[in-house]
């Protein structure tokens, strides 16, 4: 769904911008053939971008131990519990969105059986009509009394049109349309209809791309010497009668526009500059849509921070200085930390000046500074599992493996992301005591997907309240086997972050 609401976004502000461009620079200018290249290079890019995803710097050997607050690992959407009807209340909210889907798919797929019976209708008057091929032009005479219109190579005239005055005229502009090939880019702008129809953007677009096939065939007339007053009274003197909407048509409804730029002033070679906005804003669209970073490992926004509250502290063996609530303290005490009183807990490997300026030389061999919360001050009533200290020793494997963000093969839940949603709405329970004290609020909660699968390191990125965090560390450390993340063809750890939003009811 994520990617689903990003394609929408994404290729919305694209559209946006580069119709933007469009009706503040170019739309005025005579540069009809550029225009409609720059018209569909906007509605195909914009269509295509939010799907690329390119691989643009490489990491080198920048692979730094996952840290909390980094900010760096995958967002997982966020998963709502109720305090009444939780598992329900939850598949319901992934069915809904499930029903979204398939709403947009229904749409799709219900434009897409129109416009094959579009195409459908105009090959039926084609195989029962006269059809004369001219000049590479294969006039169809149809019994209808309309204006002309042209699809492909088809050009369908009615057989009482030499009644009407100018009917040459209109002719040769509906010809100028089938040897500019303006039918492809109409087929391809209902091709893409069929995904962007949800998209105000997109239908303004290819409204402007049919008027600047309009000038480009009036263009063309005019350069064969048609009088420009002549031509203006056949222009003005038209009707539409039943053409299908994804042929080209002498169309009455852009007159007016069609007529301005007839007679508007051939547009300088200095206004062929105003392009550049547009390959400007394409080149900014693709740095922030589509560039990304290659093999980007999880690391942290400050180098000196190396773990903070809920991961494993290596090399226990080192003299660090231990700060409890900016106070002087020792291993043992850190060891004593009651879990529920823990605010925050950062280790600092290096030194750093603000430490040791304050703590003097002590705090040169590196920080564990623990801060709890309000009101909490007995630091030697329980040991607190989330730091791990090892008195001497080797770090655990574990803890040494590179975790990385982005990967060419993202792990993957079994079922997908819904399945995940659902399992998670079957196994979290609202703590009962919360419901009493009248607690809610957005738990985050971090794992890794490790090597073979499993879910590791999970721990409390920002907590709520002990009994919600608690509960959102049980559920996440009981999730199944992923299949693994692969870069390179090899399997490595990738971190996740999942939001448990506990709502009472």
Sequence with gaps: MNNFVNYII?????????????FVFLRNETFFRTNRLFL????????????????????????????????????????????????GSLVDFVTSRQVIVFGYLTVVFVCAALLVFRIVQIVKVIRTSEVVPKTGIKFVYIDEDSSPYSFLSYLFVSRNLESKPGWEKMLAHESEHIRQGHTV????????????WFNPFFWMMRRVIKENHEYMADRAVLNKGVPIDLY??????????????IANNFNSSLIKLRLKMMTKIKSSKLAGLRYISGGIMAIALLLVFACENKDTPVGNANP???YNKGVYIPNADQNYLVIINEEISDRDALNKLDFN????????????PAYVIKYGEKAQNGVIDITLKSGSTDAKKNNIDEVAVIGYGQDRKVATDPVFNVVEEMPEFPGGENALRIFLAKSVKYPAIAIQNGIQGKVFVTFVVEKDGSVGRVKIARGVDPSLDIEALR???????????????????????????????
């Design 10 to 22: 994404e290729s919305g502000i694209s559209l946006g911008l580069f119709s933007l461009v469009y």
């Design 40 to 87: 569909l290079f906007a509605v195909i890019f914009s269509s295509v971008i939010p799907l690329l995803h390119l691989k643009v710097l490489q990491s080198g050997n920048l692979i730094l131990p996952v840290g909390e607050g980094s900010g760096s690992s995958n967002m997982l959407e966020s998963v709502t519990i109720y305090s009444s009807g939780l598992a």
């Design 185 to 196: 880019d109409i087929l391809i702008l209902e091709l893409i209809s069929l995904f962007q």
């Design 232 to 245: 203006k009274q056949i222009l003005v003197s038209q009707w539409v009668g039943n053409q299908f909407s």
């Design 304 to 306: 000196e921070l190396l």
């Design 341 to 352: 009183n823990v605010e925050s807990i950062s280790v600092l490997k290096k030194p750093v």
């Design 475 to 505: 559920v996440t450390n009981s999730l199944p086997k992923w299949k693994p993340g692969k870069q390179k063809g090899e399997a490595v750890a990738v971190q996740y972050t999942i939001p448990v939003n506990f709502v009472l009811q």
